[in-house]
């Protein structure tokens, strides 16, 4: 009689799941066969058609570049999971310059070398994202000497092209360098102080260009011979004193000369003259707004000679070289100083005497140069579209990383970028970058992007063609996403079901996911049992029993698996009327396999659960037989089994 009540308890579960398929059936597809239950309990949602939807849809025809990516993705997770240190940005970098497309102006290549300029400095100086404003400093000055070599590079290039301009000679020294792209430059402004005494006074552009290309000792060595009168006599302090002190202390020397600098700023543009020479003014008044970190006055200058910075590089370095991370509080202003419109003069041009107030600079803070940059919009800087990757390095350098992440994966103009940008976020993940909001909410309104779907979506391309692949991806979305058991399990169920790679993804046996694709990413066996456990009761009221049995059997609970492989079993055996199939076979066979794993318990429920599945096997054999119409087997198989039971009766006694 209990062996009856047990079959109908299965009839009747199994007519409930058969109306659950039937209305799931017409429903709309929702990629799992129900939802939640009144059972309550854990859930890792459903997956919708929505979700699987997206720019990676389709395939995963892979190119050569994409199949590098891929590459160094595994050996990103695996180097993690063994704990050993592993640069994203090199790898990624030179899997992309060795594959991509050399026809556009800006390279992706070159983006990730200045992502990886931009981290050098925190990296070399071991400045993590924990520690603030530290870590934006450092990221700032990655951007200034990236910029700065490239205009060192820029410079001996314009004197080897102009060796005759140039008279750069054979003086090794680098000040030479300086002069001579001076002479290159300014060879229409008349003779110069470099070519004849008595010449256009240059003093204050070397001190300017060397400080350009990063050449501290030469900007000193220049500065030696820069004289300012007023100022000196003010402070009794040499110009190539105030330098040093700058360059050692830069927030000391501002709380100490700072309303001097912002004076000197003043009087300059006040007396500012379109009739004489620009040289000696226009850089003097550039050295002195970088020193005080004056950004109205390079503002108002900008305004009255356009072509002093004649390049975006130019630009985006001396904004880099002005901007302070931690301001204080007074000192910050409305705006972080940020706002042209501010400056030093007014709309008219006359100057403005109250703008400087006989205080320091106004902090030019971070936000207010993202603001004064997104002012513009992405096609001013990408001429109009055509060379996209020229506004993602605005991006980085000005620390906009999750801007610069969804203008890589959503905008129309870098559709052919997509790869990159998954990439690129993944890159920035295992650096740390994404943990530290440099993107500020003011500058450029809410950034709306869902690394964790993006990443899941282009695992989806690897589905049903290379589960562990797929894998890599969606547990670099669990962990984008905040990582977490349930966010976890809730990627790895969708992953089982669309893959039914369970071998591969759970493991052959013997130790807890031993040989598991899984295991890389959740090395410690209770944590894995823990993910197993919870993904597997997820399936099973989300009426996926496949999944739900293997990742039981996985997670070492042979009962468990065991009671979802009888009531598939038996709803099998119902279908088939007892003719072996491919699922029959499979179910029997894992069947045995949870048998003789719970073979030892001492338990009455597990006894009578493993005897329900050999009642199952003798009814399966027992239909197929009478199919067959092969009444003496039956009886055959009936005595035997009989016998069988009248020799177990005794051992099943309490």
């Given at each position: 009689m209990s062996f009856e009540r047990y079959m109908s308890d299965c009839m009747s579960r199994d007519w409930a799941n058969d109306k659950q398929g039937l209305f799931s059936s017409v429903a709309p597809f929702t990629g799992l066969g129900g939802g939640a239950t009144s059972t309550g309990g854990l859930s890792f949602g459903s997956i919708t058609r929505a979700d699987v939807a997206s720019a990676f849809a389709g395939g995963a025809k892979s190119s050569p570049k994409e199949q590098a990516y891929v590459s160094v993705v595994k050996q990103l997770n695996e180097a993690a999971a063994q704990g050993k240190q592993m640069d994203p940005i090199t790898a990624f970098g030179a899997a992309c310059e060795q594959y991509e497309d050399k026809t556009p102006e800006t390279l992706m290549s070159a983006c990730w070398k200045l992502l990886g300029d931009v981290l050098a400095v925190a990296q070399s100086r071991g400045i993590s994202p924990s520690d603030g404003s530290e870590y934006s400093d450092a990221l700032l000055q990655g951007g200034r000497n990236h910029l700065q070599a490239g205009f060192a590079v820029h410079m001996r290039g314009v004197i080897s092209r102009h060796r005759s301009a140039a008279q750069r000679g054979a003086d090794p020294d680098q000040l030479r360098d300086v002069q001579a792209y001076l002479a290159v430059r300014f060879?229409?402004?008349?003779?110069?102080?470099?070519?004849?005494?008595?010449?256009?006074?240059?003093?204050?552009?070397?001190?300017?260009?060397?400080?350009?290309?990063?050449?501290?000792?030469?900007?000193?060595?220049?500065?030696?011979?820069?004289?300012?009168?007023?100022?000196?006599?003010a402070s009794n302090i040499s110009v190539k004193q105030l330098l040093q002190h700058w360059l050692q202390d830069a927030a000391g020397f501002r709380q100490k000369h700072g309303a001097r600098m912002v004076q000197e700023c003043e009087r300059l543009l006040q007396g500012y003259s379109h009739k004489q020479s620009q040289l000696k003014q226009d850089y003097q008044l550039?050295?002195?707004?970088?020193?005080?970190?004056?950004?109205?006055?390079?503002?108002?200058?900008?305004?009255?000679?356009?072509?002093?910075?004649?390049?975006?590089?130019?630009?985006?370095?001396?904004k880099l070289s002005l901007v302070n991370t931690n301001p204080p509080a007074a000192a910050a202003g409305v705006g972080g100083g940020g706002s042209s419109g501010s400056g030093l003069y007014n709309i008219s041009?006359?100057?403005?005497?109250?703008?400087?107030?006989?205080?320091?600079?106004?902090?030019?803070?971070?936000?207010?140069?993202?603001?004064?940059?997104?002012?513009?919009?992405?096609?001013?800087?990408?001429?109009?579209?055509?060379?996209?990757?020229?506004?993602?390095?605005?991006?980085?350098?000005?620390?906009?990383?999750?801007?610069?992440?969804?203008?890589?994966?959503?905008?129309d103009m870098t559709k052919a970028y997509r790869l990159d940008g998954i990439h690129l976020a993944i890159a920035l993940h295992f650096t740390g970058v994404l943990q530290v909001n440099t993107d500020e909410p003011l500058a450029g309104g809410p950034i709306e992007l869902d690394l964790g779907a993006q990443l899941a979506a282009f695992g989806r391309r690897y589905v049903t063609i290379d589960s562990t692949t797929a894998l890599h991806y969606y547990m670099l979305a669990a962990a984008v996403s905040g990582g977490g058991v349930k966010e976890q399990g809730r990627l790895f169920r969708e992953l089982l079901v669309h893959s039914k790679d369970y071998g591969t993804l759970l493991g052959g046996g013997g130790a807890l996911g031993s040989g598991g694709a899984i295991q890389v990413f959740v090395r410690d066996?209770?944590?894995?049992?823990?993910?197993?456990?919870?993904?597997?009761?997820?399936?099973?009221?989300?009426?996926?029993?496949d999944e739900a049995r293997e990742l039981y059997m996985a997670a070492q609970k042979p009962r468990a698996a065991l009671k979802i492989i009888n009531q598939q079993l038996s709803a099998e055996i119902h279908a088939s009327k007892g003719a072996m199939t491919e699922l029959m076979s499979v179910l029997i066979s894992r069947g045995q396999a949870a048998v003789e794993a719970i073979s030892a318990a001492p338990d009455a429920a597990s006894r009578r659960d493993a005897d329900a599945f050999k009642q199952l096997q003798l009814i399966r054999q027992l239909l197929e037989l009478a199919g067959k119409r092969q009444w003496d087997r039956v009886l055959q198989v009936m005595r035997s089994d009989s016998q069988q039971c009248a020799i177990a009766e005794p051992r099943h006694q309490p």
């Amino acid at each position: 009689m209990s062996f009856e009540r047990y079959m109908s308890d299965c009839m009747s579960r199994d007519w409930a799941n058969d109306k659950q398929g039937l209305f799931s059936s017409v429903a709309p597809f929702t990629g799992l066969g129900g939802g939640a239950t009144s059972t309550g309990g854990l859930s890792f949602g459903s997956i919708t058609r929505a979700d699987v939807a997206s720019a990676f849809a389709g395939g995963a025809k892979s190119s050569p570049k994409e199949q590098a990516y891929v590459s160094v993705v595994k050996q990103l997770n695996e180097a993690a999971a063994q704990g050993k240190q592993m640069d994203p940005i090199t790898a990624f970098g030179a899997a992309c310059e060795q594959y991509e497309d050399k026809t556009p102006e800006t390279l992706m290549s070159a983006c990730w070398k200045l992502l990886g300029d931009v981290l050098a400095v925190a990296q070399s100086r071991g400045i993590s994202p924990s520690d603030g404003s530290e870590y934006s400093d450092a990221l700032l000055q990655g951007g200034r000497n990236h910029l700065q070599a490239g205009f060192a590079v820029h410079m001996r290039g314009v004197i080897s092209r102009h060796r005759s301009a140039a008279q750069r000679g054979a003086d090794p020294d680098q000040l030479r360098d300086v002069q001579a792209y001076l002479a290159v430059r300014f060879r229409d402004k008349g003779t110069l102080d470099l070519q004849a005494p008595g010449g256009l006074d240059t003093t204050w552009a070397q001190v300017y260009y060397s400080l350009r290309a990063g050449w501290i000792d030469v900007a000193l060595k220049a500065a030696e011979r820069a004289v300012d009168v007023t100022q000196s006599r003010a402070s009794n302090i040499s110009v190539k004193q105030l330098l040093q002190h700058w360059l050692q202390d830069a927030a000391g020397f501002r709380q100490k000369h700072g309303a001097r600098m912002v004076q000197e700023c003043e009087r300059l543009l006040q007396g500012y003259s379109h009739k004489q020479s620009q040289l000696k003014q226009d850089y003097q008044l550039l050295v002195y707004a970088l020193l005080a970190g004056d950004n109205r006055s390079v503002d108002s200058l900008i305004k009255l000679n356009p072509s002093l910075l004649p390049t975006m590089e130019d630009y985006i370095w001396i904004k880099l070289s002005l901007v302070n991370t931690n301001p204080p509080a007074a000192a910050a202003g409305v705006g972080g100083g940020g706002s042209s419109g501010s400056g030093l003069y007014n709309i008219s041009g006359s100057f403005s005497p109250s703008s400087g107030g006989g205080l320091g600079a106004p902090a030019y803070t971070l936000a207010g140069w993202q603001s004064e940059l997104n002012r513009w919009g992405p096609k001013y800087y990408s001429k109009e579209g055509k060379e996209p990757l020229l506004f993602l390095t605005v991006l980085l350098l000005s620390l906009q990383f999750k801007r610069a992440l969804s203008f890589l994966l959503k905008a129309d103009m870098t559709k052919a970028y997509r790869l990159d940008g998954i990439h690129l976020a993944i890159a920035l993940h295992f650096t740390g970058v994404l943990q530290v909001n440099t993107d500020e909410p003011l500058a450029g309104g809410p950034i709306e992007l869902d690394l964790g779907a993006q990443l899941a979506a282009f695992g989806r391309r690897y589905v049903t063609i290379d589960s562990t692949t797929a894998l890599h991806y969606y547990m670099l979305a669990a962990a984008v996403s905040g990582g977490g058991v349930k966010e976890q399990g809730r990627l790895f169920r969708e992953l089982l079901v669309h893959s039914k790679d369970y071998g591969t993804l759970l493991g052959g046996g013997g130790a807890l996911g031993s040989g598991g694709a899984i295991q890389v990413f959740v090395r410690d066996p209770v944590l894995r049992q823990q993910l197993f456990e919870y993904v597997a009761y997820d399936c099973q009221i989300n009426q996926q029993p496949d999944e739900a049995r293997e990742l039981y059997m996985a997670a070492q609970k042979p009962r468990a698996a065991l009671k979802i492989i009888n009531q598939q079993l038996s709803a099998e055996i119902h279908a088939s009327k007892g003719a072996m199939t491919e699922l029959m076979s499979v179910l029997i066979s894992r069947g045995q396999a949870a048998v003789e794993a719970i073979s030892a318990a001492p338990d009455a429920a597990s006894r009578r659960d493993a005897d329900a599945f050999k009642q199952l096997q003798l009814i399966r054999q027992l239909l197929e037989l009478a199919g067959k119409r092969q009444w003496d087997r039956v009886l055959q198989v009936m005595r035997s089994d009989s016998q069988q039971c009248a020799i177990a009766e005794p051992r099943h006694q309490p």
